[in-house]
């Protein structure tokens, strides 16, 4: 775009920010521009004690963040963050004081598909399975389909099912769920939590594996779209979390517990495991599914078929 520089901004925002509510006598904002594809204002007016005056008016944020955008296309210089600063002139007829700062943080810098804190991740998984069993090469399940920062609907790069080959039984787990956020800086593990599922070694074909795997997926697409699942996971032992198709009767439902080995070694601290169990309506025992997530009714099925939470 054609230059425009702070003075530029200034003299735009000058006429905004001097329409004040009463009692302000002072101003701060801090914007940032574009991160993958979002970028914020805050901040509002003060009055001489300090303290924040209301404001109903939404044209400061508006504003700055139109000449943030501006000074972001022009500008020549690496920056991501804004401050700018109003103070109410001393006398009627004096220039209200705008100033605008800019400054580059890298905190906010949000990651790229190359970043190479998500392999960081796929690798402290592969480590904890590798101490459990032997993992099959590929993926028993695997969806990628993914925007431009490499992001899938877990969030991360990762959306697969690994395949486990434990001592007398075997292991289908999520692969990515606790991959940190791509697109953005947050420090946090995905959504902080794995699923898998135990099967008895011979009970598995390769189109049995398939199914399997790709009803895990949809399950932690759930988990990905919930709120804190794992959280609640670990308030209850173990919860009712969703039914089954008929394509699995005479399964009907899936019971989400909590497992005591945790995931070591990832970017951003420890990831649970949280066990998915595949139960028959029987289980249940007549209990109310819907009381604290069916919890009782949840741990109750799990304690008869010898899982300890």
Known sequence: MASYSIDDAIRELVPVLSKA???????EWSATTMQAGHSSSTGGYRDAAGKQVPDDSRDPLRAIGAVVEKLDAASSERFNRVVVRWRKPALPFM?????????????????????????????????????????????????ASANSYAQTKWFGPHRRILAIDAPGRMILGTDGLSTPWAGISEPENGVECELFMEFGAATLDATTIGDWGNLLINLGDLVADGHRVA???EKHGAVLFCRLTEDYA?????????????????PFGAVPLIRATAIAEAEIDGRDPDEDWGATAARQALVKRGIEL
């Open 231 to 233: 959280r609640d996971v």
């Open 95 to 143: 220039r209200a004081q705008v100033t605008i700062e800019t400054s580059f943080d890298p905190s906010i810098v949000p990651r790229g598909p190359d970043d190479p804190i998500y392999e960081r991740a796929a690798s402290a998984r592969r480590a904890f399975w590798q101490g459990r069993g032997t993992v099959r090469e590929g993926f028993a399940a695997e969806r």
């Open 21 to 27: 509510p009463a009692g302000a006598v002072s101003g």
């Open 250 to 266: 005479p399964l009907t439902r899936i019971i989400l517990s909590r497992d005591p080995a945790r995931i070591d070694g990832m």
